[in-house]
């Protein structure tokens, strides 16, 4: 599979729209070369560089097998581009973008799944909830990472 943004390209920044430090809106997305068998699609955002630990900004699952992009600005809703949408770790539902402490760059990972059938879970799951259900039902995953420094 191929997974890519019309917003930043691999390695690159991530555009301080897509950020705490501007709109908050999440990146288009769209992908390609997507496994037969194909049933729905996981998506998962995260930062492995915060102090925290992985830092989780978005899960989106159960997107329909037919879906090959997701627009700029999805709603912060629980049903929205035609999935179902998780938990993130700022507790909210729906993405909420890079906001890094200041200093060094953070890496955030943009992780599909392609999955052989929808996950059993509800709107608000959290990332480990959805990695539990994936089990067993990954036909192929793709990785897209971006990288933002926090200004301020």
């Known amino acids: 599979m ?16 897509h950020t705490c430090d501007g709109s908050d809106v999440s ?9 037969q ?12 560089d915060a ?23 999805v709603p912060k809703t629980d049903s ?16 909420g973008g890079p906001c890094p402490p200041p200093g060094k760059p953070h890496r955030y990972f943009f992780k599909l799944y392609a999955l052989d059938a929808p996950l059993d879970l509800r709107a608000g799951a959290k990332k480990q909830d959805v990695e539990r259900a994936m089990q067993g039902h990954v036909l192929a995953q793709v ?10």
């Open 2 to 17: 191929k997974l890519e943004s019309s917003a930043f390209s691999s390695a690159q920044p991530v555009p301080q729209k």
């Open 27 to 35: 990146p288009a997305l769209s992908w390609s070369d997507v496994p």
């Open 37 to 48: 068998g194909t049933k729905s699609f996981a998506l998962i955002a995260d930062d492995p």
């Open 51 to 73: 102090p925290v630990g992985t830092w989780v900004h978005w899960v989106i699952f159960n997107l329909p097998a037919q879906t090959n992009a997701l627009p700029e600005g």
């Open 80 to 95: 929205a581009a035609g999935g179902i949408q998780g938990r993130n770790d700022f507790g909210k539902i729906g993405y």
């Open 143 to 152: 990785e897209l990472m971006g990288t933002y420094q926090h200004r301020k």
